[in-house]
């Protein structure tokens, strides 16, 4: 794929938004999210504090904004991005083993809430993933745990099940399991991972599971972990007035970029970040322009 302008990370409120004002500005783009926006927004029972939209439940206001997306021909890219590095003067990103390439990145992910379980940041890279889609096959035949934070992620773990051995599936929501036959749900409180070089077993409340990997699938990986290098503001991106990180090309908004966590503030931060990034692209061209 060639390198686009702008790669948005999310498709929320904030990153819907960045992804509308950069088409506007004629921007290339790419935006990595579900389809259906954010399980955050589609659950809510009643919005009333969004500017024109009084007493509309989530589902109307998503409705709403993937109308205009569409409108717009705005599409998003149902990967999920796992790591972002800065090559100097580009982004490289991986999404479900694939590389990407943008010369901008707006990271609207939303919140990752919680801290990392102990041991995950140990052993991520050793039995620890963020992607069940992308690492399964390095565990052909073996035991996988899969800790998902939304009923969406059922549909990894179905795929999993034809490449492990077998699969134990911890969800961490409310809503009735609906997986294969044989996957193993098992409801219950993650509290460490562990294992010597690489992961072992994994210890909840109540039990111990022997495993070969655990699948962490929340609907945001930590931004530490997603950007190396990335300056936080305790579990959020420190950003300025303009939204820009602490790495050139890279901005954030949105819940991401810390409080209050509201959907018309998303929305105008989503605005500021694409307009940002705009005048980036167009500085970095002008500065080529003179150069040659």
Same mark, same amino acid.
Request: hydrophobic residues 40%; negative net charge.
């Given at each position: 794929?060639? @390198? ?14 960045a992804?509308?004002?950069a088409?506007?500005r +004629?921007?290339?783009?790419v ?6 926006m /954010?399980?955050k927004?589609t ?5 009333? =504090?969004?500017?024109?939209?009084y007493?509309? &439940?989530?589902? #109307? $206001?998503k ?6 997306a569409k409108?717009?021909?705005i599409e998003?890219?149902?990967? @999920?991005? &796992? =790591?972002?590095y800065?090559m100097?003067g580009?982004?490289?990103i991986?999404a *479900?083993?694939e590389i990407y390439?943008?010369?901008t990145?707006?990271?609207?992910t939303?919140v ?9 940041? #140990?052993?991520?890279?050793?039995g ?5 889609t992308?690492?399964a096959?390095l565990?052909?035949?073996?035991d996988?745990?899969?800790i998902?934070?939304?009923?969406? #992620? ?6 999993v099940?034809?490449i492990?051995?077998?699969? &134990?599936?911890?969800p961490?929501?409310?809503e009735?399991?609906?997986?294969k036959?044989?996957i *193993?749900?098992?409801r219950?409180? !993650?509290?460490?991972i562990?294992g010597?070089k690489t ?6 409340? *109540?039990?111990?599971?022997?495993? /070969?990997?655990?699948?962490?699938? @929340?609907d945001?990986v ?5 950007? !190396?290098? $990335?300056?936080l503001?305790?579990?959020h ?6 939204m820009?990180?602490? $790495? !050139?090309?890279?901005?954030?908004a ?5 409080t !209050?966590?509201?959907y018309i503030?998303?929305?105008g931060?989503? *605005?500021?970040a694409?307009l940002?990034?705009?005048?980036y692209?167009?500085?970095?061209? @002008? +500065?080529k +322009?003179t +150069?040659?």
């Amino acid at each position: 794929m060639e @390198r686009v302008d702008i790669a948005i990370i999310g498709s929320g409120v904030a990153g819907i938004s960045a992804a509308i004002n950069a088409k506007i500005r +004629k921007k290339s783009i790419v935006v990595f999210g579900q389809p259906d926006m /954010s399980a955050k927004l589609t659950k809510a029972h009643e919005i009333n =504090n969004y500017l024109g939209f009084y007493q509309k &439940t989530g589902e #109307e $206001l998503k409705n709403t904004f993937l109308e205009h997306a569409k409108a717009m021909d705005i599409e998003i890219t149902n990967k @999920r991005v &796992t =790591n972002i590095y800065d090559m100097g003067g580009y982004y490289s990103i991986l999404a *479900n083993n694939e590389i990407y390439e943008a010369v901008t990145v707006i990271l609207a992910t939303g919140v990752s809430f919680g801290k990392p379980f102990q041991g995950e940041e #140990e052993f991520l890279g050793k039995g620890v993933s963020f992607c069940a889609t992308c690492d399964a096959p390095l565990y052909k035949g073996k035991d996988v745990v899969i800790i998902a934070y939304n009923k969406h #992620e059922e549909a990894e773990a179905d795929f999993v099940a034809d490449i492990a051995s077998k699969v &134990t599936y911890i969800p961490m929501y409310k809503e009735e399991v609906e997986v294969k036959e044989g996957i *193993n749900v098992v409801r219950d409180t !993650p509290v460490e991972i562990a294992g010597t070089k690489t992961v072992e077993k994994l210890i909840l409340k *109540n039990q111990e599971i022997e495993t /070969s990997a655990v699948f962490i699938l @929340r609907d945001s990986v930590s931004p530490g972990q997603l950007v !190396p290098g $990335l300056k936080l503001d305790k579990n959020h991106v420190a950003v300025d007035i303009h939204m820009k990180t602490s $790495l !050139p090309g890279c901005f954030a908004a949105g819940d991401i970029a810390g409080t !209050p966590y509201q959907y018309i503030k998303a929305a105008g931060q989503g *605005n500021i970040a694409a307009l940002s990034a705009v005048g980036y692209i167009d500085e970095m061209n @002008r +500065k080529k +322009k003179t +150069k040659a």
